[in-house]
């Protein structure tokens, strides 16, 4: 698979399991969905254009670079869904957390650390 594939592919995936995450966590009008497919439409693309961009310049991407890029990912989404729905701030905090916990584990068990 090339490179734009896999990042599609990864995008796909992202928004399917934190979909899949947001709607057991009670997120389930058409707005939740269309808002939590928005955020990952956003995010997504510029953490692993970032794990790119890192990669070219020769720098290795260990999990602790992950986790840190990782915890920016959970901080922004969390603002933006702050945002679009207001209040309920602590809830959204463990939503942006678990959905972003289950596609950084799906991505590993499907794509593998390389």
């Known amino acids: 698979m090339d490179w734009i594939g896999r990042y599609l592919l990864a995008l796909f995936l992202t928004i ?4 899949g995450v947001a709607f057991l966590l009670g997120l389930r009008t058409r707005r939740h969905i269309l808002a939590v497919a928005a955020v990952n439409t956003l995010t ?3 953490l692993n254009y970032s794990l790119l961009v890192l990669g070219f310049l020769g720098m290795d991407v260990s ?3 992950i986790v840190l890029l990782e915890i920016l990912v ?4 969390w603002l933006l869904l702050v945002y679009l729905f207001g209040g309920l701030r602590g809830r959204l905090l463990l939503v942006s ?7 950084f584990i799906g991505g590993l068990l499907i ?4």
């Open 16 to 19: 399917a399991l934190e979909e």
């Open 44 to 46: 997504n693309p510029v």
């Open 63 to 65: 999990y602790g670079g």
């Open 74 to 77: 959970v901080a922004v989404e």
């Open 97 to 103: 957390l678990l959905m972003n916990a289950a596609s």
């Open 111 to 114: 794509f593998g650390w390389s």
